[in-house]
Structures are given as C-alpha cells and as structure tokens.
C-alpha cells in the first residue's frame, strides 16, 4: 500500500471519530431527556439508517470516484447546474458544521481550565489553526492521527458504558411515557448528527488505495464501531441508577456514565475525549469540503487560486479558504451576530437536502433493485427529517432551487433558439 495514500484502517480512523464527534457526547442526553426510556428504540432505528447511509455513500464512491463526492452523481443525473447547487449546499453547511464541533470542545476545554481567564470561542480559534496545520500534511498522516484518537476515545466510551450497564443500573430496565409525533420528529432530527460525515466520504475516493476493496470494509468497519458506541452509552445513560452514584458534579450527562469507573477523573476524562473527537471531525469535514472547493475550482466554477496542492498533496488554499469561513463564523458567535441553534438549524437542513438531492440523483443511476431501495429509503428518512428545520432555513433553501431551476430553464430555451 503507497504510503501516502488510505488503507481500510486509516480510512476507518477518519470516518469513526469524526462521525462520533461531538454528537456522542450531546445527542444521548437530549434524546434521553425527549424519549426517555423509548430512546435506545430510536438509537437502533438512527444506527441502522446509518448504515444503509454508509452502503449507499459508499457505493457511490467507487461509481463516481473524485474530489467532488456525492455532486458527481447529482451532476451526472440532472446536469452541471445542479451539480454546483448541491455543492453549494454542502459548502454552506461546512463554512458552520466544523465551528459547530470544534466549539463543543471549546466549551469543555473552557471548564476544565476555568481557572483561565479564557473562554470557549479562544480555546476553539486555536483548535481550528491546529486542525488547519494537520490537514497541510498528506492524508495518510491525517488518517492516522484520526485513528489513533478514535481507537483510544472509543474504548473509553466502551469500557465505560458497560461498567455502568453492568455495576450501577437500575432495576427496572424501561418504564413506558407518553411522547408526541412532534417528539419523535424532533428527536430523529437532532440524532442525524449522529451520522453527519458519510457524505464527505466520496470527497477522498482518490486518495484511498485500491477503493473497490479498501471503501467497502472501511464503511462496514465503521458502521459496526459507531453502532457498538452509540448503543452501549446511549444503552448506559437510560438504564443508569444515579441515587448510586451519591453527590457529584458532573460536567455533563455523558460524564455520569463514566463517574462509576474513573470516578473523579471522569470530567478530566471527558474534557479530553470530546476534544479529540471534535478534532477528528473537524479535519474530515474540513478535508472534505476543501477537496470540494479544488474540484469546483478545476471545474472552472470557483477561482483558479483554488486548485493548488501542496507538496503533500493537500489541497492547501482550499483548506485555509473553509478554515477561514469558519473563522468568520467563529465571529459571528462571539459578537452574536448569530446563535448557536441558528447555526445547527441552518447546517442541519443544508446537510440534509444535500443528502435529499443525492438520493434522487441515484435513483436514476442504480440499476440494481436493491440499491434504488436503499436510495427510496435515505430519501423518504432524511425528507421526514427535512419538515422539521428551521422554516426560515427551509425558505432560502427552495429559493436557491427555485433560482437554479429558472437558470437552467432560460439556458436551455436560448441553447434552442
């Protein structure tokens, strides 16, 4: 295998961290909170949305190899102005999805060193020029580094969850609430950030050593590792006694399935663990989205400053371009230009229509009755997911289709006439 390029494992260590990111940490509690003992039902649904997600992405990948990803297919279908449409969406969403993560740890890194006189949005800008100094290294290094990470965080979560499933749960295992449509739907939409990152896998396919065989065991690897972690601590947070724990403070509800084994150190523990797990996902939706930016730019359709690559092969200009448009939106925050919710909001349904346009691009590219299932499928989830954005997100969004479908619609009248 050429060094420099992903073998199974270091294209598993970018895709599982990154996707457990901060939503392994966030999503639990509040879903927990929403559903209550119905909860680890919706886990089991959203995992296996996840891997039917993953078989299609992947799928796609080695039908439509390149540094656009997932456009490929949605060009290929309807055309090159729909092409940049999904790019655009999927731009948009990555100018704000990395902040997103990379913030969560600012907030925890701002806890933990609270006798600092410094706060979340400072400890985010130097994670960001972190993450921007490892993406300039060949992904192969990236890959590691995010294995190494994930390997590490992911037997924490583990090993934690099943003690606490084991030693401090309760007697009865679910007791039955009432929960509204609205509930459910709400609930769904805050757990797709649980499978956030398959969409930018297709954005490495060149990078990845011999694809046909490296992309499939990387995905099925992945899924099964995200599975057993999203369910053993989502599994741990429902069925904990907390009257065992005794008094404590924890940093949040996550820390609590951790309290049982590292005791004291668990806040110490988790401060740590989202941190590189925010990292991990950072640099692949980074990386991806830059590998982007230097497909558009080959294209003609961004400006040619875009498609330089550096010695190691990173798409430099590109990755400094999204970093900055995080930075920006790092701005934003700290002057409340924007709330944190407006952000998730707003890169929750451009993530998801991006996905939406995919899925019916694909339709008409499977040939395989199974496939087009799997595509029908992803289509009718994430469209349920899409009613419940934010209306006013939703409304920009329909524009932009509105003004792409009247540009293609005059080009083809004037390439008649």
Known sequence: MSSKKLGPYTLSGLIVGPILGSGIVIIPPIVYDILKDYSIFAWVIMMTIGGVFAYFASKLCLKFPGDSGLTEVVGHSFGKSYKNLNAYYLLIAMAMAPLVVIMVAGEYLSVLFSNYAFGAEFYSAVLMLIGGVILSRNISSVGKISMLISTVISTILVVGGLFTILFYRKDALFTGTGISTIDVGYSFLIMFWSIIGWEILGN??????????????????????????????????????????????????????????????????????????????????????????????????????????????????????????????????????????????????????????????????????????????????????????????????????????????????????
């Open 204 to 417: 490495y396919s060149l990078e990845v050593e011999n694809p046909e065989k490296t992309i499939p065991k990387a995905a099925l690897v992945s899924v099964i590792a995200m599975s057993i972690v999203y369910l053993i601590v989502s599994g741990a947070l429902q069925v904990l006694d907390i009257g065992k724990l005794g008094l404590i403070d924890p940093i949040s509800g996550i820390s609590l399935i951790l309290y049982p084994l590292f005791g004291q150190y668990s806040s110490i523990i988790l401060s740590l663990t989202i941190t590189g797990l925010c990292l991990c996902s950072f640099l692949m939706l980074i990386g991806g989205a830059s590998r982007l930016v230097y497909a558009q730019a080959k294209d003609g359709v961004f400006p040619k400053i875009f498609k330089y690559r550096s010695n190691t092969n990173a798409p430099l200009s590109a990755v400094l371009l999204m970093v900055f448009a995080n930075f920006l939106t790092l701005f934003a925050v700290y002057f409340n230009l924007i709330s944190f919710n407006e952000i998730i909001a707003a890169v929750n349904a451009f993530l998801i229509t991006n996905i939406i346009m995919a899925a019916v691009a694909s339709i008409k590219v499977f040939e395989n009755v199974m496939e087009k299932g799997f595509a029908v499928f992803l289509l009718v989830s994430f469209l349920l997911m899409f009613l419940f954005s934010s209306k006013m997100v939703i409304l920009i969004i329909l524009a932009m289709l509105f003004g792409t479908v009247v540009y293609t619609l005059k080009n083809n009248n004037y390439n008649i006439k």
